[in-house]
């Protein structure tokens, strides 16, 4: 099944009676969404702009199925409650699991689940960052915005002169390939699955002018970019992250920023984002200190894990979710 599949959809009769799930975390223009693609699914939804927590688990209780965003970790505890509430299948909307425990869900009877989206604007948002990284964009658009329209010293760097490094080939790793190569770069790619085409990581670190990451987030790939592979990386070189922030080791990160060794950062994802990215923090404290010294660095972008939202991304969220969950039982239906 593809991202827009739509022979996932096409002759498909709304399941009857009504499919009830309840959609957790959904902001306004998923609501919308949802409403509008759920009665041609034949499913009656209760949405809620709450995270899913031991006080929303109750919403669940009649509803087999439940759909969660990824903004808010899900801890065991709330797992739990949701099966004593009834629920056996929950569909996260986002690729990766990281902010839940699928095997503890699996142990207390319940499935979990991916969506496929479009990785289209992950990866037009990936080369943005790039192109804004080696342009020294951050520092152009500041002085600009106080009317300081002098040049500086600091010259741009041009794609076709870099070689990039693109860690995880998956579809949205490919997709990010796919776009550098118009602009005549080199690009050397690694993955966990080794091929003639693909080179060791501590080589794509040695050779590349700037490293971006596309890799799943689990166990084997927690602070892949630790202290010693971001020593092995060129000197001057630019990270870029839009996958999940604890892929790097920020505190690693940050010093190497700070030392010179690296040239810049680009990060839509930063590790401990969790109650501060999507919340307005202008009139509140940030814990995050590595963020806040992350801010402090000219040389850094942060983007606050926007990457993914767009109209098309969004849409296929909602109506997988969805599908997901109508499958899901289906299968229960009939298997």
Known sequence: MSYSDPARTAGRSPVSPKLGITVYGCAQDEAA?????????????TITEAAVSGASVELAIGNRCVSVDH????????????????????????IGYDHIDVEYAASVGITVENVTYSPDGVADYTVMLMLMAVRNARATV????????????????ELRDLTIGVVGTGRIGSAVADRLRGFGCRIVAHDRFPTADRVPLDELLRLSDVVTLHTPLNADTHHLMDQCRIARM???????????????DTEALVAALESGK?????????????????????????????????HGLPNVLISPHTAYY?????????ENSLLNCVDFESGEQHG
């Open 71 to 94: 903004k808010t970790r899900i801890p065991n505890p709330v797992i739990l409650a949701l099966s004593r509430a009834g629920v056996v299948y929950v569909s996260t909307r986002s």
């Open 33 to 45: 969404l949802f409403r509008a693609v759920a009665p041609r699914l034949g499913v009656e939804p």
């Open 310 to 318: 767009t109209d098309r991304a969004l849409g296929d969220m909602v």
């Open 142 to 157: 500041r002085r600009v915005d106080v009317h300081d329209y002098r040049l500086t010293g600091a010259r741009g760097k």
């Open 234 to 248: 060129k000197q001057g070189a630019v990270l870029v992250n839009t996958g999940r922030g604890s892929l790097v």
């Open 262 to 294: 690296l040239g810049g950062a680009a990060l839509d994802v930063v590790e401990g984002e969790e109650g501060i990215f999507y919340a307005d923090c202008r009139t509140r404290p940030i814990g995050n200190k590595a963020l806040l010294r992350l």
